[in-house]
């Protein structure tokens, strides 16, 4: 855990407590105001609970981050494979069945138990827990996920999160092929009939996903690959149930095939960033798991090579549907 402690700084500008704090240590203002609002900082002694409140230049502005709170540590049954490491960041290969966050509802270790046993462990400003996981995946999907080992590394690539210049190419087997490679731009908001899923909505938020053709399958199903503009929770699931196709052993968005598909397929095979210290290009690729890859290997009618699929996916998006942008 990053030390905690009293620091003071001075203001160089007037204005909004909020802004000009958040200018000044490089958080968002989101976090600053929750510090704010938690009574941890003080303007020239004086503590001050309002994030609008108007400071003067040259005003000393006193704050202290908080912890996040303690929490039950959870036995951890089960190992994750690391893609890559160094003093900054941890690229994973996150299994099947291993949820993220933990959360009231789950009763199981999650991968912050994991990274927390492997001694990374961060928080916000505002003593919310993270422990640098800057995406996440959803229990069922694989594959690869990048961790910050610092609150400064989590801010850098946060931001290229949002720009799109951080992402990931996924894979997913679906029970009936696509008609062509299309590209699906429909809001996405929580369900109303059923709070677990999300659903195409109007008046929802932006969402937009590109999908491309790979490789028909025995019984209909078909080999596809994702690229999202966007990061709805859930957001390749909805915009497949939006074109009456789902991912095999995706019940909860209409799958009905064979009950020995073990889990969700979908694999997100290849993470691209920009390294948040040096600023070079990197891209990891996240081997399949063995049932997924067995799947692929022995329905696919055309012979299924998984290192090419993944070299070949960013070429092939660019040809077909231009460069990302932002949604």
């Given at each position: 855990?990053?030390?905690?402690?009293?620091q003071e700084?001075?203001?160089?500008?007037?204005?909004?407590?909020?802004?000009?704090?958040?200018?000044?240590?490089g958080e968002s203002r989101n976090q600053i105001a929750r510090l704010i609002e938690a009574g941890e900082v003080r303007v020239d002694g004086q503590r001050v609970a309002k994030p609008s409140f108007k400071v003067q230049a040259g005003q000393r502005i006193g704050y202290r981050f908080l912890d996040a709170p303690k929490r039950e540590e959870m036995p951890v049954d089960f190992d994750v494979?690391?893609?890559?490491?160094?003093?900054?960041?941890?690229?994973?290969?996150?299994?099947?069945?291993?949820?993220?966050?933990?959360a009231p509802s789950v009763r199981e270790p999650t991968l912050v138990d994991w990274l927390v046993r492997r001694g990374v462990s961060l928080s916000t400003l505002s003593g919310e827990e993270r422990h640098g996981i800057v995406h996440r995946l959803d229990k069922e999907t694989t594959g690869a996920l990048v961790v910050a080992k610092s609150n400064a590394v989590h801010r850098r690539l946060a931001e290229e999160l949002q720009s799109r210049r951080m992402g990931?190419?996924?894979?997913?087997?679906?029970?009936?092929?696509?008609?062509?490679?299309?590209?699906?731009?429909?809001?996405?908001?929580?369900?109303?009939?059923?709070?677990?899923?999300?659903?195409?909505v109007e008046g929802g938020r932006a969402a937009r996903t590109d999908f491309l053709k790979l490789a028909e399958g025995e019984n209909g199903t078909e080999l596809i690959a994702a690229r999202l503009h966007s990061g709805r929770t859930h957001q390749i699931r909805v915009h497949l149930a939006s074109l009456g196709r789902h991912i095999l052993g995706d019940r909860l968005y209409g799958y009905r095939g064979p009950a020995r598909i073990p889990r969700v397929f979908l694999h997100a095979g290849l993470l691209y960033l920009s390294h948040p210290l040096t600023g070079e290009r990197m891209e990891f690729r996240a081997p399949l798991f063995a049932d997924m890859r067995e799947y692929l290997t022995t329905q696919t009618r055309s012979s299924f090579d998984e290192s090419t699929t993944l070299d070949a996916l960013p070429g092939r998006f660019r040809d077909t549907f231009g460069p990302l942008e932002r949604v």
């Open positions: 855990m990053e030390e905690r402690k009293d700084i001075v203001a160089t500008q007037e204005g909004r407590l909020d802004r000009v704090l958040s200018a000044l240590l494979e690391v893609l890559y490491e160094d003093e900054a960041i941890l690229v994973l290969n996150k299994p099947a069945g291993v949820v993220v966050h933990p990931r190419y996924y894979l997913a087997v679906i029970d009936h092929p696509l008609r062509e490679d299309v590209t699906v731009d429909a809001p996405i908001a929580r369900n109303p009939k059923n709070r677990l899923k999300m659903a195409v």
